[in-house]
Nanobody, 123 residues
Framework: VQLQASGGGLVQAGGSLKLSCAAS????????MGWFRQAPGKEREFVAA????????YYADSVKGRFTISRDNAKNTVYLQMNSLKPEDTAVYYC?????????????????WGQGTELTVSS
């Protein structure tokens, strides 16, 4: 699966932004799609995930209530709506797909990765 992430940018604290991840190459009905982020000097961390077939969603505690992951089956695209952004949300955001098993919080469990899109939240 090829993944193309987009939508990053510079936002003021308290603002909103929506990331997109377009997938191509194979059907996604059995996959889990995840968003991860990596801030400078830090490890890549889980942000959110969605089971493509059921639409069940999972969130890191740090973004719960502020971020929403969703999917558009017809467009093979996953979105991450980010509201009430904070400077600590600044990172490169990556989308990833996991072929088998359920949602996982570990980046090592995901098979394909997009190139990343950068978000900077200014205070």
């Amino acid at each position: 699966v090829q993944l193309q992430a987009s939508g990053g940018g510079l936002v003021q604290a308290g603002g909103s932004l929506k990331l997109s991840c377009a997938a191509s190459g194979q059907t996604l009905s059995s996959y889990v799609m995840g968003w991860f982020r990596q801030a400078p000097g830090k490890e890549r961390e889980f942000v959110a995930a969605i089971r493509w077939r059921s639409g069940t969603t999972y969130y890191a505690d740090s973004v719960k209530g502020r971020f929403t992951i969703s999917r558009d089956n017809a467009k093979n695209t996953v979105y991450l709506q980010m509201n009430s952004l904070k400077p600590e949300d600044t990172a490169v955001y990556y989308c990833a797909t996991r072929y088998f098993g359920g949602a996982s919080y570990s980046p090592n469990e995901y098979n394909d990765w997009g190139q990343g899109t950068e978000l900077t939240v200014s205070s």
